[in-house]
């Protein structure tokens, strides 16, 4: 009986080392797995949306701002959206040049509004993505609609970036650039658009004006002088 025991207790270490190394193995493989899948996404093999017209959606960043994108396009401004995600290489590349572009570009409070979405990050991740690359822009997570919004969109590989303008067109679906190499390369792509340089410290007016000049009034028409103002993005006019 004592050798059948000694057996039992040889046969059952065995059997305790073969499930550590299957368990060893699992772990491995499910970790080059993951590997593969990120490796996947973050190659630019076409990344783009394939919309033509925006989609509106309503979304709230990692600090609990909201944001609508048809507000946005209707005050005549485009946004830019960067689709995302921590674990990509690419992404944390590219994220330094985004943000010396949205600074040049006026800290979205010209023609351009930037802002990026990630498809799997929760808020705690957006907020230390956020921190950690001095994003000042709206970081939206998977619990703020960035799931949906990535679905919607059809976004296959990261990152990914599309221009919507104010007429709810897609303005292009990807910045076919990729590597960027530097921040001026973001600014010379959104050039042609009118997208144009400006200091943060250079806000628009909050009301501003414009100087309309009556001339002569006939029973059919009406002569006026028109005075522009730059900080204007469009214009209505209201007659009885």
């Known amino acids: 009986m004592l050798f059948l025991k000694n057996d039992i207790f040889i046969f059952t270490k065995k059997i305790y080392l073969c499930h ?98 990630s498809p799997v990050d929760n808020n705690d991740v957006c907020q230390w993505w956020a921190e950690r690359y001095e994003v000042e822009y709206p970081t939206v997570g998977q619990f703020g609609g960035g799931g949906d919004v990535d679905y919607i969109y059809g976004i296959s590989s990261y990152p990914t970036f599309v221009l919507i303008a104010p007429d709810r067109s897609i303005a292009f679906q990807d910045i076919d650039i990729y590597p960027i190499p530097d921040a001026q390369t973001i600014i010379d792509y959104l050039a042609p658009f009118g997208i144009q340089e400006h200091s943060c410290e250079d806000a628009p007016e909050l009301n501003p004006s414009v100087e309309i000049t009556m001339g002569e009034v006939t029973t059919t028409t009406i002569e006026a002088t028109f005075t522009p103002n730059d900080d204007c993005a469009s214009y209505h006019l209201f007659a009885d």
């Open 20 to 117: 550590q190394i299957i368990h060893k193995i699992l772990f491995k493989m499910k970790k080059l797995f993951t590997l593969i899948i990120a490796i996947f996404l973050c190659i630019n093999v076409k990344a783009q949306t394939s919309l033509t017209e925006a989609v509106d959606f309503t979304v709230t960043d990692c600090y609990g701002e909201e944001i609508r994108l048809f507000d946005i396009l209707d005050r005549g401004q485009y946004v830019l959206i960067d689709f995302f995600f921590m674990n990509c290489n690419p992404c944390q590349t590219v994220a330094p040049k985004v943000v010396e572009a949205y600074k040049a570009l006026g800290c979205n409070q010209h023609e351009v509004f930037f802002m990026e979405i």
